[in-house]
């Protein structure tokens, strides 16, 4: 493992404004360190780009460590209060924005 690799940094990064507005793309894919593409999986990720927060079951639908996210969805929630950890936080705040969040049977298939 990377010993680098910092949670709290990571939850800081991901709720910075400043941050979100340097990617240009509208959907973005977010993995990290402890997450894998499997490419002999009958899911894509286009199957998904319908959803402003896709990522593996957890509670709401919400495991940050791999998962599609929109920007500008991101971008309008910073608006409100941003705490870690920040997939919780994305997830449970979406309502606010009438967000599509991919329901859990949906869900389940971006995990394995």
Not at 20 to 42: A, H, R, T, V, Y
Not at 67 to 85: G, H, V
Request: hydrophobic residues 35%.
């Amino acid at each position: 493992m990377n010993t680098n690799y910092n949670p709290s940094k990571t939850n800081t990064l991901l709720t910075d404004e400043k941050f979100w507005k340097q990617i240009s793309g509208e959907k973005i894919l977010l993995f990290q360190i402890d997450s894998i593409m499997c490419s002999n999986s009958p899911h894509k990720i286009t199957d998904y780009l319908q959803y402003d927060f896709i990522g593996a079951p957890w509670n709401l639908v919400g495991n940050g460590g791999f998962s599609l996210r929109s920007r500008s969805k991101i971008l309008a929630l910073i608006q409100y209060d941003s705490f870690p950890p920040e997939d919780a936080w994305y997830a449970q705040n979406l309502h606010r924005l009438n967000a599509s969040i991919a329901p859990i049977h949906i869900a389940k298939n971006i995990c394995c």
